[in-house]
């Protein structure tokens, strides 16, 4: 167990729909990132928050927004929904975002499904 | 910009074989390099990470890494496979064009056979 926890653990739903996809990162971690697992893509970066700010953005589309609350869990929010969005997002966590070296610890991952 | 690549989508050995897991980055500043675990329906784990130091690296399980700069390279070994070692593993560099995010290869899923 990594310590940081995301949920929903599945998520089934429809074109054109919207979905929030939840993740709380370790104790103490200030730093938190998404990324998406799909067949076609395989794993990529879409965004990282740093203690509350957007630190650093990568291949995120203009359909997907996510935020940094205070207590410092997140949420990735997914709109417009297409078939193409069907895939694992995954929530890491860092203790701060500035090292190139600090270890990420990864969540379980939410799987979405699009139909 | 960086890149990784993961030399095999699937790698398949006997229990008690060697392990070779290839992996070659692009960088054009001195890379951070990672490799991951992903056991099924699990989040992935680090096995391991380069930094600065010894090239020589060891991880979890038995696992070590040997970074090159000459080649390019951070292939992940094992001297004898298990049967637990199957799973999906991902080099990752980390990323300067994306802040500290991680750049993933495609991954090579490992068999182990008995």
């Known amino acids: 167990d990594s310590g940081v926890t995301q949920t929903p653990k599945h998520l089934i739903t429809a074109t054109g729909q919207r979905v929030t996809l939840r993740c709380s990162p370790r104790s103490g971690d200030l730093s938190v990132y998404w990324y998406q697992q799909s067949l076609d893509q395989g794993l990529q970066f879409l965004i990282q928050?740093?203690?509350?700010?957007?630190?650093a953005k990568g291949n995120i589309l203009e359909r997907f927004s996510a935020q940094q609350f205070p207590d410092l869990h997140s949420e990735l929010n997914l709109s417009s929904l297409e078939l193409g969005d069907s895939a694992l997002y995954f929530c890491a966590s860092s203790v701060e975002g500035t090292t190139f070296y600090n270890e990420q610890f990864f969540g379980p991952g939410t799987r979405l499904t699009v139909l | 910009a960086q890149s990784v690549t993961q030399l095999g989508s699937h790698v398949s050995v006997s229990e008690g074989a060697l392990v070779l897991l290839r992996c070659n980055y692009s960088?054009?500043?001195?890379?951070?390099l990672f490799w991951y675990v992903q056991y099924p329906n699990q989040g992935l784990q680090l096995l391991l990470k380069?930094?600065?130091?010894?090239?020589l690296v060891k991880g979890i399980n038995g696992f070590e890494a040997e970074f090159k700069k000459s080649e390019t390279s951070f292939h992940l070994t094992k001297p004898s496979a298990h049967m637990s070692d199957a799973a999906e593993y991902f080099c990752?560099?980390?990323?300067?064009?994306?802040?500290?995010?991680?750049?993933f290869g495609k991954g090579t899923t490992l068999s182990v056979s008995s």
């Open positions: 928050y740093y203690n509350g700010e957007e630190r």
């Open positions: 990752a560099v980390s990323g300067y064009q994306a802040g500290t995010a991680l750049i």
């Open positions: 960088s054009s500043v001195p890379p951070y």
């Open positions: 380069y930094t600065t130091g010894a090239t």
